[in-house]
Nanobody
Framework: VQLVESGGGLVQPGGSLRLACAAS????????VNWYRRAPGREREWVAR????????NYADSVKGRFTISRDNAKNTAYLQMNSLKSDDTAVYYC???????WGQGTQVTVSS
């Protein structure tokens, strides 16, 4: 079982990034997908969730209207489109298969001018 995040980087406030979470070793389409983040000195924070076939999405209030979660089951990949980024969005972002202990290694997102 493997989840691999990618797409992080350094971006200016107001900019955008698209994270990807590539899954392997399990039946990806049977699981919802969560994105979490952990900022320095802070607890891990749930960011967004998408259902197995993408029909239902949920977001933390802190990202609602700015972030969009999606998935492509044919590619075994989930995405997090992040727009209007703020310095408070700086964190390591992780994907997780819902209700499992399957986690990726994380990808760093830094929002700074």
């Amino acid at each position: 079982v493997q989840l691999v995040e990618s797409g992080g980087g350094l971006v200016q406030p107001g900019g955008s990034l698209r994270l990807a979470c590539a899954a392997s070793g399990f039946t990806f389409s049977r699981y919802g997908v969560n994105w979490y983040r952990r900022a320095p000195g802070r607890e891990r924070e749930w960011v967004a969730r998408i259902s197995t076939y993408g029909g239902t999405t949920n977001y933390a209030d802190s990202v609602k209207g700015r972030f969009t979660i999606s998935r492509d089951n044919a590619k075994n990949t989930a995405y997090l489109q992040m727009n209007s980024l703020k310095s408070d969005d700086t964190a390591v972002y992780y994907c997780n298969a819902h209700l499992t202990n399957y986690w990726g290694q994380g990808t760093q997102v830094t929002v700074s001018s």
